[in-house]
């Protein structure tokens, strides 16, 4: 048990709907990180908040949101789903604000499937 | 800019088989290295790291030595066991990019008894 904790861990939605996906992390750590893990395109980093604040973007489309609240806890929210939006979506926790020498604990993962 | 380039899968090796999996990495400063593995059904969890040239990291019979001359930390175990089946993702961290994490597209690995 990594002491990250991810829910819904399976989500079935229709094309255009909106989800919101939640992150616990562990406890004591400050950085969330959002992850989308698909077939074809491995794992592709979205977006990182440390302390509530927005500290990193990557591949994260405009549909796609996330904010951290001050008890830490992170959401990702996808809207106008697509069916390409069907992957795993994981969150991962560290210490501080990256993790040169530390690590990241991810947590299980929320499926997503839009059909 | 930073990558992380990782043999293509999937592996398939008997039990007690040696294993390789090559991971070569493009990165501005001195990154530090890991080795994550994910079990079927389970998020990622980190398997070992190296943060500096000529370090070996090594865990559960695993290892990798970071090497700056190659750019490469490949992963070695002498004898795989069934429980090994899993897919291992290459990363670094370098603090020139705000310490982000850049992984692998993941080498699948299925041993049969």
């Known amino acids: 048990d990594s002491g990250v904790t991810q829910t819904p861990k399976h989500l079935i939605t229709a094309t255009g709907q909106r989800v919101t996906l939640r992150c616990s992390p562990r406890s004591g750590d400050l950085s969330v990180y959002w992850y989308q893990q698909s077939l074809d395109q491995g794992l592709q980093f979205l977006i990182q908040?440390?302390?509530?604040?927005?500290?990193a973007k990557g591949n994260i489309l405009e549909r796609f949101s996330a904010q951290q609240f001050p008890d830490l806890h992170s959401e990702l929210n996808l809207s106008s789903l697509e069916l390409g939006d069907s992957a795993l979506y994981f969150c991962?926790?560290?210490?501080?604000?990256?993790?040169?020498?530390?690590?990241?604990?991810f947590g299980e993962g929320s499926r997503l499937t839009v059909l | 800019g930073n990558s992380v380039t990782q043999m293509e899968g999937p592996v398939t090796l008997s039990e007690e088989a040696f294993l390789t999996i090559n991971c070569t990495y493009t990165a501005t400063g001195y990154p530090s290295l890991f080795w994550y593995v994910q079990y079927p059904g389970e998020g990622l969890q980190l398997l070992l790291k190296a943060t500096k040239a000529d370090d070996k990291g090594s865990n559960k019979g695993f290892e990798a030595t970071y090497r700056k001359e190659t750019t490469s930390f490949h992963l070695e175990k002498g004898s795989v066991q069934v429980s090994d089946s899993a897919v291992y993702f290459c990363a670094l961290s370098a603090r020139t990019t705000g310490n982000q994490f850049y992984f692998g597209t993941g080498t699948s690995l299925t041993v049969i008894p």
């Open positions: 991962a926790s560290s210490v501080g604000q990256g993790a040169a020498t530390g690590e990241l604990f």
């Open positions: 908040y440390y302390n509530g604040e927005e500290r």
